[in-house]
């Protein structure tokens, strides 16, 4: 069973920066492309960012050249360094293992003041 554990979400002032951790457990993590989701108060969840198990990356539109996706397969994690945070960056992080996803995270609340 694939356990999947987010951790380093908070507050933080717009254009100021975080970096979101996901261990995952319980699989052959360097085999599965990961993901990072999030959820806005009242929105649907949408993806943000997303890495293969070769590395390849893709991102949404509005956090291009803003936010990175990386991952450690010794450590079985994988990161999202988000910086120039804007309040619209704001919500639930998840992370997500598969494309399609198909194991979720409990999600990391990110809050980005004014």
């Known amino acids: 069973q694939v356990q999947l554990v987010e951790s380093g979400g908070g507050l933080v002032q717009a254009g100021g920066s975080l970096r979101l951790s996901c261990a995952a457990s319980g699989s052959i993590f360097r085999a599965n492309a990961m993901g990072w989701y999030r959820q806005a108060p009242g929105k649907q969840r949408e993806l943000v960012a997303t890495?293969?198990?070769?590395?390849?990356?893709s991102y949404a539109d509005s956090v291009k050249g803003r936010f990175t996706i990386s991952r450690d397969n010794a450590k079985n994690t994988v990161y999202l360094e988000m910086n120039s945070l804007k309040p619209e960056d704001t919500g639930v992080y998840y992370c997500?293992?598969?494309?399609?996803?198909?194991?979720w995270g409990q999600g990391t609340q990110v809050t980005v003041s004014s």
């Open positions: 890495i293969t198990n070769g590395g390849f990356t």
């Open positions: 997500a293992r598969g494309l399609p996803p198909n194991s």
